[in-house]
């Protein structure tokens, strides 16, 4: 293996240094990492999963089944980047990489557990199942997982954001070769939207390293000017089309050669395209026989790939052993490049091709295979023998064996897409059969096996996606030379030779006696096969072994290979990097949070902000030197005896209008609604149709065809979404609209004994008069000039006046109430505290208290059941037998035996039965309570309101400690709600 | 009597090919009533924009009296409007939105999620203008500030 | 990523849009239903492998209910109409 | 012949060319004593059962595709029992317990990795429902330990503790006994058994309708001819609705795609697995030495076993935010499997609508952990035509009667 000083696109590119296994080596500009590891003569690339066999380079590109490499590099910003399952073949060489072998100990060239390979015959596929049982899997798992995986992940943090686009075209082209140009020619030509996609970083295919005529020109400079020609489409080189989803919608992932500061250079494209030309070519097969796995057997069109276009001679004195004509090229390219060339062609009559290497100095073995290798870590020997005797041996020295098998039409995508394959015997390959709605094939993919046919054959395509968008074009087709058609194919699978080794799978290291005993304990399914051999289940997801083992299969079950049939195609065609598929959503970029309108002021305020639901809130506002703990029991407190503040701007505020408004939302919400007087408010509940609590929250009727609904901070969109539900599709005929007006207003709530003292140095129109507002009623007017509204409502048990203005005076009004009660001593509170505040009121806190199987009786609202007549939105669910039966869990409130121990929430309620326990429900909320002095709870225990009224008392069960309680009736202080009415 | 300050949500962000500013709108309003084309804007300013049938979003830049039908809702503070203009500004809606720009000419308007947050998107002039839910809008433009680095 | 044709709005992404269910008219009135029909109504399911009537809301755009016939099996979407209109 | 050590040398020295086929592919016989219909775990399960602890020998098992080729090959290998309510407690303790003895009694290794399940919480709130949870487990006798941001931190170093972490780790709870097992050799290991205790699994054998005479099913007609029986059980999970169509009865379920993904193969890095229902995510590491993971259903019915982009990705922005440093690693593969799931998430167990015919499905997401328990309590049904007592409170009466099962709700977290 050597550089060859002229030959090829890069020859005499610039020099490119990087290391392999710590060692220094060059490549040049151009190289993949695959090509300059070649070109330093480097062997052994790695070692295969299970036995731990040398592995060497076999194939140039996405096919690539053996090197996986870890590397480390700077990106072109600087930024070192790690990937511990690099495919070399698809590396583009940049300085300083360093490139290490995975999978061996102390190296891939010297690895201590090649030992294993001494023991293949007790390993055979699957021999884990039968063994390892004894004491049992634990005590074989830790050595077994050592052995097992690739690379190795760094745990340095990759600190780089990843791009997502989305992108719309009217066709798109996958694949730039010969037949992708000549489609997205025609297809450009009618004015359409066209998008050309190649995963190569150079347009043109196998065009590259083939080369040929096209329009009497070299096919290069066509590709040059039909690339030109397509300056008004989107141009994506380095880009891999790795999934087809729904509805013509692609996922791309883009290797960028350049990208932002702090941006990584992959990218994902969502692409939805109106048409989709797939022109993705097809994939050169192994030939199967004895040790065919050893480095220095490779795929003949990667040879010629290497010689023509990295100008990498991989080996003097060759054996290609082929059974199709497609090999012939990289014979004449290793003839003209001065090597020793002998061909086993398997066709006993290999035909012109044949008879032109022949004249250009290679030695022609007609009928004739190779049967067998010599060498560990690279070739020294080859055999090859007749077809029709394989014992007769003749020895060839030799440095590289260049193997075609034939070629399988990479039809991923077009399987992805729902399209079905069919088995074509001349070609000895699976085609696509009917595209799919809105698809076109063409070139390789479509079986056109020449120059010619791939143009014609993409130039028809292209025309028949823009004529399904009604554009007609006459453009003349790109043209070729007629070459004459190649000598068939002879299909050749493994060689019927007992006691050998040959390898289907080389990176998961599946044999075709592998295959023999799968069929043999009949794993005939060709899934069962993957699954138990792992036949392409490695990081190349079988493409240079699928049909070889299905082939295999067929044969050791007496089938045809169509009868066989292939295992799913799935996406993604190519590795895609987590970060890539992830984009943008990480850190605070996730998921979406919401700010209250004083956010600034809560942060000012020393809040500790938490996320409840949607929101960012204040939980509580720790003052210096104290705990959250303290801070909660101080603003309860403080609101209990003076005035607190506190910022509900995120409660739900959705006006509803209309003739039928109250008609309307009687039929929805559980309590009676419609007899609700304007201006007074009334406390609700939302059902789900199974009877159980959605939310609650406050009605407030503004005028008679006028409420203001006010669900919960977290369940304002569910709620509106429901009403929305209802009235578009169960009554239609009412007249009555929404609008969530949630985000217009500020909400600031001043509770506490001195509140009505403070608002009464507020400047507003509203009488704050307890005849004017009395409790939960609520009166518009201005406040500080400002449009608004005083709604008396309260969660904490105290006097509280909700008073809202339009959200950009929030800030204004927080700060400004703060100044209007330092007098009375107005304290910031938080979620936290009015935890506690509604605690000591047993006020029911929605998801919290309650559960997806709480029904309103539950909670001990059992009144609307009895008094609506109408069937509102969950009442036939609370006549079932379940919803009636008398051993339901019931909200109650429990005193711990002891007063200073605070039970955990999330404490259960036990009782013994038969010497075990039973749960009967569980704490959901608990405090010490400043008013009381004590601990307090609330929880869901069954025939809760009976113990209640017995005064009973019940064990609790937290992680294994015991303690007792006496339930009682949820509501700790002030129970005749003298405070809220004063 | 207090004066109470307005503090609106602003911000601009600058990158190559690309500014992207909040602006202030004199009044916003949500209506229900007269029906109009869905997804069009209609009038220059004030201005509506389809919003669901029979509903519609009223956009005033410079002050005008509140919109006249069955049920308004005066909104101006609840949305914050942000004007994306420049060279990149395609681009950058291609990261975030899913919506295909040919599918929203001069005239045209979508409701949709940009980064995953719904949005009322149409173009104004040379900008593209997007309304969103003020308490959203900082988690919002603290995306575009991150998205914007990479037009770099 | 299915493209869903919004009765309002058009053809847009998947991720605007909400299942709803399979469309059901509720048994009335609840005294007269039967706990069985009411299971039935609340949670038996067509589940067609193949064109299935579904509801569907455009909560990421219109916030409008639509219903949808759609294959389970291939994704097609044969056809959206709005509530009410032929069904 | 029995599967070990010993043989694996003695056949390696005969070039293993004398092992017996681990099931044979017998023709279908006119009739049997009791079909199943689905040849996926429970069902094969059930086989095995019929077969070992109730005597039968005259048992079929209707494979519409290949053994193994549903669900059962294509979830996330998770085993576990933490589940909130008494009775799931029991049918899901009752199949972790079956499992762990399960590679001896089938002598077939389903590599049962008890690493232990950790749920991650990642506020107070959730901190809270996770006690309600943990002690629920614990009333059940399910050994379950809640721990706090530190011992999660010493557990699975690599999760997100930086300080921009969208969802910061409070804590969470683990269930020791919880890990992994080999998807494919559950299947292959119940197959096996049953074979060789006499039953015929019949495989390409697709269930075409149900021939049922004063209401009792007689037989069943399939695409490999018509087949007598004295009792049938359907097994056939996300086409649960299909078959019972066929049987002319509805049930309260609906299939939905739910998504598994690989990564490339790795070193051994995660030796436990997370779970984080917030984020939408679970993760394992393979033997092998990939990731395996997945999320939440596809929100809308489907019978594609392919799943969606959108899905996809918002599991790998979850698995990414609880681990940062895997954005560098790649996906290799992504599919789905069709999953059939009741309102309340558990799944119905007993008598269908017509006589003679069994329930077994509706286990949504929670399938393969429950193999074991599903196919004995299968068994019983078919061998006694009664409920077991751990079966009795999946009754599809439950949805007539509201007595539901609903796990999600009790444990407040999607599971």
């Known amino acids: 293996m050597r550089r060859l000083p002229d030959g090829s696109r890069i020859a005499r590119a610039a020099p490119v240094a990087f290391t392999w296994e710590g060692r220094p080596m060059q490549g040049l500009a151009g190289d993949t990492l695959a090509s300059a590891l070649l070109a330093n003569g480097v062997r052994v690339v790695g070692r295969s999963f299970k036995y731990h066999r040398p592995r060497g380079i076999f194939g140039a590109w996405a096919e690539e089944p053996n090197a996986i490499l870890d590397l480390s590099w700077q990106d072109r910003a600087g930024i070192a980047r790690h990937d511990p399952n690099a495919r070399a073949t698809m590396v583009e060489l940049l300085p300083g990489m360093a490139a290490r072998g995975v999978n061996g100990w102390p190296s891939v060239e010297r690895d201590v557990y090649g030992l294993i390979d001494l023991a293949h015959r007790f390993l055979p596929a699957g021999f884990y199942y039968k063994t390892f049982m004894a004491p049992d899997w634990h005590r074989y798992e830790p050595g077994i997982r050592r052995m097992a995986g690739l690379g190795r992940l760094h745990d340095s943090a990759d600190p780089l954001r990843y791009e997502t686009r989305h992108a719309h075209c009217d066709v798109l082209v996958v694949g730039g070769g010969p037949a992708g140009i000549a489609a997205a020619r025609a297809a450009a030509a009618s004015g359409l939207r066209v998008m050309l996609v190649d995963d190569r970083a150079a347009w043109g295919g196998s065009l590259l390293w083939q080369g040929g005529t096209i329009d009497d020109r070299p096919a290069t400079e066509w590709v040059a000017d039909s690339i030109a020609g397509l300056a008004e489409a989107t141009l994506l080189p380095r880009t891999t089309v790795f999934g087809w989803y729904d509805h013509n919608a692609l996922g791309l992932l883009e290797r960028r050669t350049a990208a932002a500061a702090g941006w990584a250079e992959d990218r994902l494209w969502h692409v939805r395209a109106r048409q989709v030309v797939l022109a993705t070519g097809a994939i050169e097969r192994p030939l199967v026989f004895p040790d065919n796995d050893r480095p220095g057997v490779m795929s003949a069109a990667a040879v010629l790939q290497y010689l023509r276009e990295y100008a990498v001679l991989a080996g003097e004195r060759v054996l290609v052993a082929t059974n199709n004509d497609t090999a012939y090229d990289t014979v004449l390219a290793l003839c003209a490049a001065g090597a020793a060339v002998t061909v086993a062609d398997a066709r006993t009559d290999p035909g012109p091709a044949a008879r032109r290497a022949a004249e250009a100095g290679a030695r022609i073995r007609a009928g004739s295979v190779v049967a067998g290798v010599g060498g560990r870590r690279g070739i020294r020997w080859a055999e090859v023998a007749p077809l029709a005797s394989l014992s007769t041996r003749e020895r060839l020295p030799a440095d590289l064996v260049a193997v075609s098998g034939g070629w399988s039409p990479a039809v991923h995508l077009f399987s992805q897409s729902g399209g079905k394959l069919r088995w074509d015997e001349a070609e000895a390959a699976f085609l696509p059969a009917t595209p799919r709605p809105g698809q076109h094939l063409a070139g390789a993919l479509a079986g056109a096996a020449s120059l010619a046919a791939c143009l014609a054959g993409g130039h028809r395509a292209g025309l028949a996606a823009a004529r399904a968008l009604d554009r007609h074009v006459d453009l003349a087709p790109p043209r070729a030379p007629d070459t004459p058609a190649p000598a068939p194919i002879q299909a050749l699978w493994h060689l019927p030779l007992r006691g050998t080794r040959q390898w289907i799978d080389f990176q998961n290291d599946v044999t075709v006696k592998d295959v023999a005993l799968a069929a043999a304990e009949n794993y005939a399914s060709v899934e069962h096969l993957k699954r138990y051999t792992t036949l392409g289940m490695a990081t190349d997801q079988g493409k240079t072994s699928n049909v070889n083992g299905l082939a295999a299969l067929a044969a050791f079950t007496g089938r045809e290979i169509p009868q066989v049939g292939t295992t799913t195609f799935r996406p993604p065609f190519v590795p895609v990097s987590l970060g890539a598929m992830a984009g943008l959503r990480h850190s605070a970029l996730h998921t979406p949070i919401r700010h209250l309108p004083a956010h600034a002021e809560h942060l000012a305020d020393g809040a500790e902000m938490r996320e409840y639901g949607v929101w960012l809130r204040p939980a509580c506002y720790p003052r210096a030197g104290e705990t959250v703990a303290q801070a909660i029991q101080r603003e309860a407190a403080a609101v209990r005896t003076q005035a607190g503040l506190f910022d509900g701007s995120s409660l739900g505020k959705i006006e509803v209008h209309g003739p039928d408004a109250a008609a309307f939302l009687n039929l929805i919400y559980y309590n009676e609604v419609a007899t609700l007087k304007p201006g007074r408010i009334r406390y609700c509940l939302l059902l789900r149709e199974t009877g159980t609590v959605l939310d609650d929250g406050v009605v407030a009727r503004i005028a008679p065809d006028r409420y203001l609904l006010s669900p919960s901070s977290s369940h304002t969109g569910a709620v509106l979404a429901m009403l929305e539900l209802w009235h578009q599709t169960e009554y239609p005929s009412l007249r009555v609209a929404f609008h969530d007006v949630t985000a217009a207003w500020a909400t600031l709530a001043v509770s506490g004994p001195r509140s009505r003292d403070i608002l009464r140095r507020l400047h507003t129109g509203i009488d704050l008069s307890d005849a004017a507002l009395a409790h939960m009623s609520l009166a518009h007017g201005t406040i500080e000039d400002l449009p608004g509204r005083i709604a008396r409502v309260s969660f904490t048990g105290e006097r509280s006046y909700e008073i809202s203005v339009p959200a950009g005076y929030g800030a204004a009004l927080w700060q400004h109430l703060l100044t209007l009660g330092r007098d009375d001593g107005i304290t910031p509170y938080g979620i936290e505290s009015l935890s506690v505040l509604r605690a000591e009121k047993g006020y029911i806190l929605i998801g919290t208290d309650s559960d997806g199987m709480t029904l309103p009786d539950d909670l001990g609202m059992s009144g609307p059941l009895r008094a609506k007549k109408v069937d509102f939105v969950g009442k036939r669910s609370l006549l079932t037998p379940d919803a009636t039966r008398p051993d339901r869990r019931q909200f109650v409130g429990l005193l711990p035996a002891d007063p200073g121990f605070v039970p955990a929430v999330g404490t259960h309620a036990v009782v013994q039965e038969g010497g075990a326990r039973r749960s009967i429900g569980w704490i959901t909320t608990s405090a010490h309570s400043p008013a009381l002095g004590r601990s307090i709870a609330l929880g869901m225990i069954e025939r809760g309101r009976a113990l209640a009224d017995a005064g009973a008392e019940v064990e609790l069960f937290h992680l294994g400690q015991a303690s007792r309680a006496v339930v009682t009736a949820p509501c700790f202080h002030d129970p005749a709600g003298e405070k809220l009415h004063g | ?152 | ?87 | ?415």
């Not at chain 2, 869905?38 to 410079?62: C, E, I, K, M, S």
């Not at chain 4, 921009?164 to 290991?189: E, K, L, N, S, T």
Request: charged content about 20%; aromatic content about 8%; some cysteine.
């Open chain 4, 1 to 415: 012949m029995r599967y070990s050590f010993l043989q694996l040398l003695k056949q390696g020295l005969s070039g293993q060319t004398g092992w017996p086929p681990a099931w044979r592919s017998p023709e279908p016989k006119r009739s049997y004593d009791a079909v199943i219909v689905g040849g996926g775990g429970h069902g094969l399960a059930a086989a095995y059962y019929l077969a070992r602890v109730h005597g039968m020998r005259r048992v079929a098992v209707l494979e519409r595709g290949w053994l193994g080729g549903g669900n059962t090959g294509r979830n996330t290998t998770i085993v576990r029992s933490n589940y909130f309510f008494p009775e799931s407690a029991r049918i899901y303790d009752f199949a972790l317990r079956l499992y762990e003895g399960l590679s001896k009694e089938l002598n077939f290794n389903i590599m049962l990795s008890q690493r232990g399940v950790l749920n991650l919480a990642h506020s107070e709130h959730d901190m809270e429902l996770m006690a309600r949870s943990v002690n629920a487990m614990l009333v059940n006798g399910i050994a379950v330990e809640l721990l706090d941001a530190k011992q999660v931190r010493a557990e699975v170093p690599l999760l997100n503790f930086g300080p921009g972490a969208r969802y910061p780790i409070h804590g969470g709870f683990v269930q020791r006994r919880g890990g992994i097992a080999r998807h494919d050799a559950v299947a292959w290991g119940y197959a096996r058994g049953a074979d060789s205790l006499g039953v015929d699994i019949i495989q390409n054998c697709e269930v075409t309708g149900f021939r049922i005479e004063g209401g009792r099913v007689q037989g069943i007609e399939t695409s490999r001819g018509a087949i007598a029986a004295g009792a049938v059980g359907l097994s056939v999970a996300g086409h649960s609705g299909v078959l019972a169509g066929l049987a002319g009865f509805r049930l309260p379920i609906q299939s939905y795609a739910l998504q598994a993904m690989v990564s490339e193969p790795l070193k051994p890095m995660l030796n436990t697995v997370v779970m984080s229902p917030a984020t939408g995510m679970y993760v394992s590491q393979s033997d092998k030495g990939e990731l395996v993971f997945g999320g939440g259903l596809d929100l809308y019915p489907s019978y594609a076993q392919r799943g969606n982009l959108p899905v996809e990705q918002t599991v790998v922005a979850g698995l990414l935010e609880m681990f940062p440093a895997f954005r560098r690693l790649k996906l290799l593969r992504q599919w789905a499997g069709i999953v059939d799931v009741c309102w309340d998430y558990s799944p119905i167990i007993g008598p269908a609508p017509v006589d003679g015919m069994y329930l077994n499905c509706g286990w949504g997401t929670g399938g393969f952990k429950a193999i074991p328990a599903g196919g004995w309590l299968m068994a019983h049904l078919l061998a006694t035509g009664r409920h077991h007592d751990i079966s009795a409170p999946f009754d599809l009466s439950r949805f007539t009667t509201g007595r539901l099962i609903d796990e999600a709700a009790g444990a407040a977290i999607a599971h």
């Open chain 3, 1 to 87: 990523m299915l493209l869903i044709p919004c009765p309002w709005c058009g053809p847009r992404s998947e991720p605007e849009f909400q299942f709803g269910g399979e469309p059901a008219t509720r048994p009335v009135p609840a005294a007269e239903v039967s706990d069985a029909a009411w299971g039935a109504y609340l949670y038996v399911r067509s589940n067609e492998k193949g064109p299935h009537r579904e509801l569907w809301c455009h909560a990421g755009g219109c916030g409008q209910w639509f219903l949808m016939e759609r294959d389970t099996v291939t994704h097609a979407v044969l056809r959206t109409h709005k509530p009410g209109a032929a069904a």
């Open chain 2, 1 to 152: 009597m207090a004066d109470l300050a307005r503090h609106p949500v602003a911000a601009r962000i600058e990158a190559p090919g690309l500014v992207v500013t909040t602006r202030a709108p004199a009044g916003q309003w949500l209506v229900t009533g007269t029906d109009m084309e869905p997804n069009t804007r209609a009038g220059t300013d004030p201005y509506a924009l389809w919003l669901a049938p029979g509903r519609r979003l009223v956009v005033a830049d410079t002050p005008a009296p509140a919109p006249d039908d069955t049920f308004v809702s005066d909104v101006t503070d609840g949305l914050v409007l942000i004007e994306i203009i420049g060279s990149r500004s395609m681009d950058l809606l291609a990261m975030g939105c899913p919506l295909d720009p040919l599918s929203l000419p001069q005239g045209a308007c979508a409701q949709t999620l940009f980064a995953g947050i719904r949005v009322v998107l149409y173009r104004h002039g040379a900008a593209v203008r997007m309304h969103v839910e003020r308490p959203l809008a900082s988690w919002l433009l603290d995306w575009f500030r991150q998205a914007a680095t990479s037009l770099r």
